[in-house]
Each structure stands twice: as structure tokens, then as C-alpha cells.
């Protein structure tokens, strides 16, 4: 119902449906804001991970190599 309230256009949308939307996308505009400091705490959040996580695929001097052999010897 939403696509086919869409298609119809703006014009033809029940009031309701008009409030609706323009909530919608206001409320996207506070969800998505993203001042600086949230960016900090966000880049931290999937960037600053620890040593022990990265010693379970990487070898003791921490390189990895994603090699392919023919065979499996």
C-alpha cells in the first residue's frame, strides 16, 4: 500500500499518509545525525579491536596471507 500511496504522488496522499511520511523522514534525519563525536565512538566501536582477536588468524609476527594451492600438500 505504501508503493502504490507513492505512485499516486503527494498530492492524492490521505492527510494521515502526509504526516507520515514527513515524520518518517524527519525521524531519519535524527537517527542518521551523526556529529563528530558519535563518528569517534563509532570508528572505535568496529575498528578498535583487541591483540587477542587478531592472534586467532594472524601469525606471531601478525601477517596474513590468503595463499591457494593446487593440492593440499
Not at 508503493?3 to 518518517?24: H, K, W
Amino acid at each position: 500500500m505504501d508503493l502504490i500511496g507513492q505512485n499516486l504522488g503527494t498530492d492524492r496522499l490521505l492527510f494521515s499518509q502526509r504526516v507520515r511520511t514527513r515524520l518518517g523522514r524527519l525521524l531519519r534525519c535524527i537517527h542518521q545525525f551523526n556529529p563528530a563525536g558519535r563518528s569517534r565512538a563509532n570508528v572505535a566501536h568496529h575498528y578498535d579491536l583487541s591483540g587477542q582477536l587478531f592472534g586467532l588468524f594472524l601469525d606471531r609476527d601478525r601477517q596474513y596471507s590468503c595463499a591457494y594451492f593446487p593440492t593440499g600438500t
